[in-house]
């Protein structure tokens, strides 16, 4: 879905939602189920789950609980209520494979915002305050990479 994601973005042309509903409950994301927040309104409007019932299944496909009886019901009741609402088995199969190629991947919309706000923070400091920031980087040991990398870093800027 990345790919389908990044190509909607950037031709909006592109964006082709199955039904209304793709639609009006996720616009935001060309169509695309990208945060777990998507996900929990997408099986609550889309296949009547409740929104308990939604939250749980967003808790299992994060984790390593696909596997899980639980899971498995609700997999089911995802199915039935498709049925119920008429919905084909071709759609609602294709619905579910983006809910699950999504599990691996998921992140919450807050924590996305948070994410990038402090991305973009990082950078504007690098790029302004290269020494400040490689300063502050290495007496914060660093992250991923050895002090020595940070330090040869700062040698160049």
Known sequence: MMKAYIERSHDPS???YL???FQEHLSETYGIMVYQEDVMKF???FAGL???ESDVLRRMMTGKKMASDNFKKLRARFYENCKRKDYSDDLTNV???QIESFSGYSFCKAHSA???VESYQSMYLKAHFPLEFM???INNLGGFYSTEVHILEA???
Do not use: T, Y
């Open 155 to 157: 040698r160049m800027l």
């Open 50 to 52: 409740d929104l308990n």
């Open 14 to 16: 592109k964006i082709e």
């Open 95 to 97: 619905v579910w494979r």
């Open 19 to 21: 039904r209304p509903i």
């Open 114 to 116: 948070s994410f990038a």
């Open 43 to 45: 099986v609550h409007h």
């Open 135 to 137: 300063v502050a980087v």
